[in-house]
């Protein structure tokens, strides 16, 4: 039984969600709320499992894994099937890079610490924060959508026929574009391969409002 600590609206701990789902296996979820009485990540006994006091982390009998690709990759490679990235070097670096655009470039940019920062050190407003947000996020995924269409995809996915580790990013990323009402107006083969991912159980299951911490 894997433990995962989480936190039901983090776009990191969705896809990792998403990625024990989609590998059918089970695990406990410790959920650590991000911004009750100051952030629970922040916490002592939570700070000594992650000294980056973020979400998600991984405990697999008791060795602790953290930072959500790693964790995707690690999965991947001890649970073979099914497979997050193709069989082929020139495919997985594509797919990496997919994935790699959503979760190091857009999602840094747009987490809660960074947004907080704006907030409170530089005296930024909501409406202030919320146009970086969208800024971002909108120019992030338009690159992205043209990556995607640049290739000879054939299936529903970003990489074709299956679900893959550039849409256990994707799905998570684009959740929170619309909570902060994000133009996709330049991403709608993105939008298309997320619909195609939320019909599948293991991806709808994994969503944030149907997390025991979501209440």
């Known amino acids: 039984m894997f433990k995962l600590y989480d ?3 983090s776009s990191a701990a969705y896809r990792v969600r998403i990625a024990l789902r989609l590998k059918k296996l089970e ?5 650590v709320h991000l ?3 100051g952030g629970h990540q922040f916490r002592a006994e939570y700070r000594a499992l992650n000294p980056q006091a973020r979400v998600p982390s991984l405990d697999v009998e008791g060795a602790i ?3 959500s690709l790693a964790i995707i990759e690690y999965l991947d490679e001890t649970h073979p099937q099914p497979a997050f990235l193709p069989a082929d070097a020139a495919g997985r670096a594509r797919a990496r890079a997919m994935a790699q655009l959503i979760a190091c470039d857009i999602h840094p940019l747009n987490n809660l610490a960074p947004l907080n920062y704006l907030k409170d050190k ?3 407003d909501e409406e202030a924060i919320k146009r970086w947000y969208r800024h971002w996020v909108e ?5 992205l959508e043209a990556l995607v269409t640049a290739q000879s995809r054939k299936g529903d996915f970003c990489m074709g026929e299956r679900p893959g580790i550039a849409d256990i990013c994707l799905v998570p990323q684009l959740f929170n574009a619309r909570r ?5 107006s330049a991403c ?3 939008v298309k391969i997320e619909a195609a991912c939320n019909a599948l159980p293991e991806f709808a299951a994994a969503a944030p409002d149907k997390q025991p911490d979501a209440a």
């Open 7 to 9: 936190y039901f609206r």
């Open 27 to 31: 695990y406990q979820q410790i959920p």
């Open 35 to 37: 911004i009750k009485d």
């Open 65 to 67: 894994f953290t930072q």
């Open 122 to 124: 530089m005296g930024q």
């Open 139 to 143: 120019t992030g995924l338009a690159a």
């Open 180 to 184: 902060y009402k994000s133009d996709l």
């Open 188 to 190: 709608p083969t993105l």
